[in-house]
C-alpha cells in the first residue's frame, strides 16, 4: 500500500468513528408520477437509468441526459414524484472513480 492511501485511511477512520447523526430538511417540488417522468424525459431530455424500491413501497428513480450531463433524482411513491435533487457534470461511477 503506497503512502498517500495509507495517509487517507488513517485521516478516514477517526472521522468515521466520531460521525454524528443529524437531521436535514429539503424541499422539494412534486407532482404526479406520471407528469414529473413526461417533464424530464419531453422538456429535459432526460433518460431513466436507474430506479429502485424501499420496502414501503416508495422508491427513487435516477434520470440522466448523457449529452448535456445533467441528471435528475426522483423520489416517489404510488401516486406522487418529488424532485429531490438536480444537477450538472453526470458521472458514471467509472469514469468518476479514474
Not at 414529473?36 to 434520470?63: C, I, P
Request: proline share 1%.
Amino acid at each position: 500500500m503506497n503512502i498517500q492511501k495509507l495517509a487517507f485511511l488513517l485521516f478516514l477512520i477517526p472521522n468515521l468513528v466520531n460521525a454524528q447523526a443529524f437531521q436535514y430538511t429539503h424541499l422539494m417540488l412534486c407532482d404526479q408520477i406520471e407528469i414529473v417522468v413526461d417533464n424530464l424525459t419531453n422538456k429535459y431530455g432526460e433518460k431513466l437509468q436507474w430506479s429502485g424500491k424501499d420496502k414501503d413501497g416508495s422508491g427513487a428513480m435516477l434520470f440522466e441526459n448523457s449529452k448535456e450531463k445533467t441528471w435528475s433524482l426522483i423520489k416517489f411513491n404510488n401516486q406522487y414524484a418529488c424532485v429531490y435533487g438536480v444537477g450538472e457534470e453526470s458521472k458514471s461511477e467509472s469514469r468518476f472513480l479514474q
